[in-house]
């Protein structure tokens, strides 16, 4: 009769193909039971929005299959987003397993449509999202979501974030008149604001925090840098030269800061023809991968140029709300999904420094006792 040792075993052949690690020794095999031949276990991925789920779990089944004397098996497959970031720090984030910068080197490329329609990409693979809108002069996001007249509520000293669709957001535009105010404040007032947003509000607990960054290097992505830990930088740039080459900007100011770069998104990558099916290239090809080679950092999706994309942002209806079967809401999808598979592997590392670092403190043995 088969036996736990031999399940392991076999379980252990299988790879994520992510982490480069077999799932039993990532600790992913849960609650295993073996009683009679009859065996029962949960499969608990890194997180929902895994690119590799449906690999990954037929890759079980198949090594299952190859165990005899089992009379019955029953795969409950569930999800855990790993911490891609240190939580031991005193800001009060500690409820927020992964923040995520979304920056570009220039205004125009659709970074806070991209930033909304991920952050919707991962809430509805069922993570806990949230959205910080840190464009302080010119938000957007409660625009993109049709919440212009929406608003957030301080209690017990903090802030608390509107709802949308499944995520938590927080924006400026909600303490502002956004049709005609503008924000005229100087950079360390801008930097204080964007600090309180980060940890003076409530965000509960949330697999990963969108951070929509203001265009170029200024003092909003040098705050977030600064201020707390993050998991990682995510560079959204257009297929011209002229914006990726104000892009490679973004990369070198995060890297000198030591943040890390979880890849590249190229948005507006080509045009689909309604009559002839084919793919135009109209803002030309090649980018964002230019990037991805100069820098040896992943290129993590691509995004159409597609008029309901932007007529969606303009009324207040993103397109992976009202079509979220649509092409361009597979590329969103696609995207979201290497984005979080990015940190998932940033978390793995960062548990093997901080078992190390463990390691490395250990008491020495105290001689007096041999």
Excluded at 35 to 44: A, Q, V, Y
Excluded at 87 to 96: F, H, K, N, P, R
Excluded at 241 to 253: N, P, Q, R
Aim: hydrophobic residues 40%.
């Amino acid at each position: 009769m088969v036996g736990v040792d031999q399940v392991l075993e076999k379980l252990s052949t299988v790879i994520d193909p992510d982490l480069k690690k077999d799932i039993v020794s990532m600790g992913m095999i849960k609650d295993l039971e073996l009683d009679d031949g009859n065996l029962k276990f949960t499969l608990e991925l890194t997180t929902p929005a895994c690119p590799f789920n449906v690999e990954i779990e037929d890759d079980v089944r198949k090594a299952i299959a190859e165990l005899s004397d089992l009379k019955n098996f029953d795969l409950h497959v569930t999800a855990k987003v790993m911490e891609g970031r240190s939580l031991d720090d005193d800001t009060g984030m500690a409820t927020v397993k992964n923040i995520i910068g979304v920056a570009s080197g220039k205004g125009g490329v659709g970074k806070s449509t991209v930033s909304l329609n991920l952050a919707l990409a991962l809430s509805q693979s069922g993570a806990k999202v949230g959205l910080l809108d840190a464009d302080i002069y010119g938000p957007s996001i409660p625009l993109m979501l049709g919440m212009k007249d929406g608003s957030m509520n301080v209690e017990e000293n903090k802030l608390q974030p509107a709802d949308s669709n499944g995520l938590k957001v927080v924006s400026f535009g909600f303490f502002a008149d956004q049709s005609n105010q503008a924000a005229i404040y100087r950079g360390p007032i801008i930097s204080g604001i964007l600090k309180q947003f980060l940890v003076d509000t409530n965000w509960s607990e949330l697999d990963y925090l969108i951070v929509d960054l203001p265009p170029g290097t200024g003092d909003i992505p040098l705050t977030l840098a600064q201020t707390i830990p993050i998991t990682g930088i995510l560079v959204v740039t257009t297929p011209q030269d002229i914006a990726s080459d104000v892009a490679v900007k973004a990369v070198s100011m995060f890297e000198k800061l030591n943040v890390p770069i979880l890849g590249v998104v190229e948005n507006m990558n080509h045009f689909v023809c309604s009559n002839c099916a084919h793919k135009h290239y109209i803002f030309g090809e090649g980018g964002a991968k230019k990037i991805s080679e100069k820098f040896n950092i992943p290129f993590l999706g691509e995004i159409p140029l597609n008029a309901e994309i932007m007529t969606g942002s303009d009324l207040g209806k993103p397109i992976m709300i009202t079509n979220p079967d649509s092409p361009s809401s597979d590329a969103f999808r696609q995207s979201a999904k290497n984005i979080a598979a990015q940190c998932s592997i940033l978390a793995a590392k960062l548990q093997e420094e901080m078992a190390s670092q463990s390691h490395d403190k250990e008491p020495l043995p105290d001689a007096s006792t041999n």
